[in-house]
């Protein structure tokens, strides 16, 4: 079955610098890429997705690679800002009903 | 309107017991999925309905039961509760199983086994 490796597992970056999540997946048939940020306590909620017939999607100070040859999609936060501060999981889908998530990328945003 | 809702927000249960967990959805979302979350693990999908009447396993199903009587209700039991299945779990909804519909996920709750 599909597995989503993701890292790194922590990530601290001073305010206004980059970050950047990255995941693989293994099983090329899997076609649809979402990302989620969960805030401490709080629910997943989905932040930018992408279909694997797109090499990259942006919204305002986010965006998302894939590649799909190698089988890796990235998340790209720019100008972070401390409310950015969350657990990350991406995830990949291969058919319906059936999200593999990450383990999550812990992202602080020092101020 | 109230989404997607949880219950119990929190739970601690002696091994053995059997518990039920509830989720209600109110935005008339023909798939429902219950998700277990574990420190270094992620998200991992236990069970699965795409529509009422009808289940499928996840990843994570052994010891769980789901039951989708109705679109707006999809409860998981522990028959017999173990300490392994100390988590947190997530409710999660979409307009239907397509693969491009995106999952909203309940408040969670927080069970603890003893």
Redesign the interface.
Known sequence: ?ENVE?HP?TLSVQEGDSAVIKCTYSDSAS??F?WYKQELG?????II?I?SNVGEKKDQRIAVTLNKTAKHFSLHITETQPEDSAVY?C?A????????????TRLLVRP | IAGITQAPTSQILAAGRRMTLRCTQDMRHN?M?W?RQDL??????IH?S?TAGTT?K??VPDGYSVSRANTDDFPLTLASAVPSQTSVY?CASSTD????N??F????TRLTVL
């Open positions: 079955g993701q597992s076609n649809y979402p709080k629910r997943p909620q989905l997705d279909r999981f995830a889908s291969m058919s319906s009903y059936k999200l593999i998530f990450g383990s999550g | 798939a999925y998700y270094g693990l992620g998200l991992r999908l699965y795409n499928g996840g990843e997530f199983g397509g693969t491009y995106e999952q996920f309940g408040p969670g």
